[in-house]
């Protein structure tokens, strides 16, 4: 595919790598290695990128992938996010509250400690948290992650709405990130309702993975300027797809600009120029 030339500097808030290739392989039929997404970021003119581990089977925790996506990410243009899960159903059912009054984390749920461990060992820059596939933390572990306050990527949707974010995680300290703008997938409605809590929550961003409506992603750049964070969604989609379509909206220059590179260096430092 050929190398975009469009001049920004590009930053990625949402890309996934895994460390095993042969899971990769088994359960989306396709290999990416870190050379791979390495080089389709270079052809989308993505300087660094944010990555987390994909999802695991879910007795088996997070500790060892995030520990791998850290060791693959070293000299080379990725920030590593440990992934993070817990204990509490995500779902506003009754029986899911009952449920979460007396849940108890199992020896895999990310604890306090591990909340800790990460956010002071300097290969990670933040969290991703996907509570549809892995689950919610206890408060205890949100109040250690209030106590870090390292960003929280946040991947919503029609089984965790903006609602339920806003219920459970927007009233704490640390930053979220909503991914795909809380819609996924492709739920315009919920992705409206992300962008109007834009405007009660100072510590709430949005990153554009997988949003593919231009009027959506128009509005919250113009209305939210230094709230919306570039996310591919790699190597789900090749990242020159999420660039042209930010390098398409009808918005000033300077809105795509602090999409691609100000505003997430504001979350995290780290993916500043120079750092």
């Not at 895994?18 to 290999?31: I, L, T």
């Not at 390495?38 to 990128?49: K, N, P, S, T, W």
């Not at 789900?236 to 909206?249: A, C, D, Q, R, S």
């Amino acid at each position: 595919m050929l190398e975009l030339n469009h001049g920004f500097r590009v930053v990625d808030f949402h890309a996934r790598l895994d460390p095993s290739d042969q899971a990769e392989v088994a359960s989306r039929g396709r290999e990416t290695t870190p050379e791979a997404l390495e080089r389709e970021l270079h052809q989308a003119g993505v300087v660094r990128a944010v990555v987390s581990p994909g999802g695991r089977p879910r007795d088996e925790g997070y500790l060892r992938a995030n520990n791998a996506v850290a060791r693959l990410s070293v000299d080379r243009p990725f920030l590593a996010f440990a992934r993070i899960d817990g204990p509490r159903d995500p779902s506003s059912r009754a029986t899911a509250r009952l449920r979460n009054l007396t849940a108890a984390r199992a020896p895999h749920h990310t604890s306090p400690a591990d909340i800790e461990q990460y956010a002071y060992d300097d290969r990670f820059h933040g969290f991703t948290l996907a509570p549809e596939r892995d689950g919610l933390p206890d408060e205890e572990t949100l109040d250690q992650l209030d106590d870090v306050g390292l960003p929280v990527v946040v991947r919503a949707g029609r089984a965790f709405p903006p609602a339920a974010v806003a219920d459970t995680l927007l009233g704490r300290e640390f930053p979220v990130v909503l991914a795909g703008f809380g819609g996924y997938p492709l739920d315009r409605e919920l992705m409206a309702q992300s962008i109007d809590l834009l405007g009660d929550y100072d510590h709430l961003y949005l990153d554009t993975r997988y949003v593919r409506f231009r009027s959506v992603l128009e509005r919250a750049l113009l209305e939210h300027p230094d709230r919306v964070l570039f996310g591919s969604g790699a190597p789900e989609t090749h990242p020159n797809v999420g660039v042209m379509e930010v390098l398409t909206l009808d918005v000033s220059e300077d809105a795509m600009r602090r999409a691609f590179s100000t505003n997430p260096a504001r979350v995290v430092p780290a993916l500043a120029p120079g750092e």
